[in-house]
């Protein structure tokens, strides 16, 4: 009662062994890392913003203050690109390769829950997903002139999985239907919307196949019925039956001027 010590701890004598750290006394059993409670009495600590801990904890207070991987074999703070393996990083060189034993690097290869170095794992053929560049070993997408995880193979705008649905592809990149129509699509000249579906290529516009009709009566037209060009617009053939005859006679010599001017003009030579 008179001179033993008390624990920063618990607040109890100590009768034996004392820890003098972080300016306190201590029962052996008390000294506890603060972040894991770990016994640090025979591992020893190290101060951290006033804290004590173990220098795994430590270790990995500092790697996240700096954002950075922390090794999960060493427990030290990684400069370098780490190694994943089994969703943990790693120093590369703690690993070989388990068919050549060379000293693996960042680029090093996990199948089947080993480890292979990249030219060990190229012979074995199993094909990289273009997206995370780790193996594929269930089921393979072939697309882009690359194999991808299922759930690798994304939209390239809204970045969701394909999941077996049909996707259209533009400079190399993969979209789906929705985002390959808003970016890439032809607008209606009737509706002023992004056609989705079936084109008709008509009068040098594009249509929906529902608005691709007589601007008269309505009717809806294909590129198998004949119709004429009005004020830029299709007119079937019985609307045009019913124009004046001075418009349709007009509309023919617009029409016959047109195809003159599509015509190449042909060149004479004169001969030497």
């Keep these: 009662m008179l001179f033993a010590p008390c624990c920063g701890s618990c607040g109890e004598f100590i009768i034996g062994r004392v820890i003098k750290a972080m300016n306190n006394n201590w029962h052996p059993g008390c000294f506890r890392c603060e972040l894991c409670d770990a016994e640090l009495a025979d591992l020893g600590f190290v101060k951290n913003s006033g804290r004590h801990l173990c220098r795994p904890c430590h270790n990995r207070e500092k790697a996240k203050g700096l954002g950075k991987s922390i090794c ?55 094909p990289i997903c273009g997206a995370c560049r780790r193996p594929i070993e269930g089921r393979v997408v072939n697309a882009l002139g690359k194999q991808w995880h299922v759930e690798h193979f994304v939209c390239a705008k809204c970045e969701k999985p394909f999941l077996g649905h049909r996707h259209y592809e533009k400079k190399g990149l993969a979209y789906c239907e929705t985002h390959y129509n808003q970016l890439f699509g032809d607008v209606c000249y009737n509706c002023s919307h992004v056609i989705e579906g079936d084109v008709v290529s008509a009068l040098n516009k594009a249509w929906c196949v529902n608005c691709f009709s007589c601007s008269t009566c309505n009717s809806k ?15 079937c053939k019985k609307c045009y039956e019913k124009f004046p005859l001075e418009l349709k006679k007009r509309l023919k010599k617009l029409s016959e001027m047109a195809s003159r001017k599509a015509q190449p003009k042909s060149v004479g030579l004169n001969s030497a």
């Design 72 to 126: 999960q074999r060493c427990h030290m703070v990684m400069d370098e690109q780490p190694l994943m393996f089994k969703s943990d990083a790693y120093h590369p060189d703690h690993f070989n390769c388990t068919h050549c034993g060379k000293e693996l690097t960042a680029e090093a290869r996990e199948l089947k829950g080993e480890l292979y170095c990249l030219p060990c794992h190229d012979k074995m053929g199993v």
């Design 221 to 235: 037209l294909t590129l198998k019925n004949k119709f004429v060009e009005f004020d830029m617009k299709p007119v």
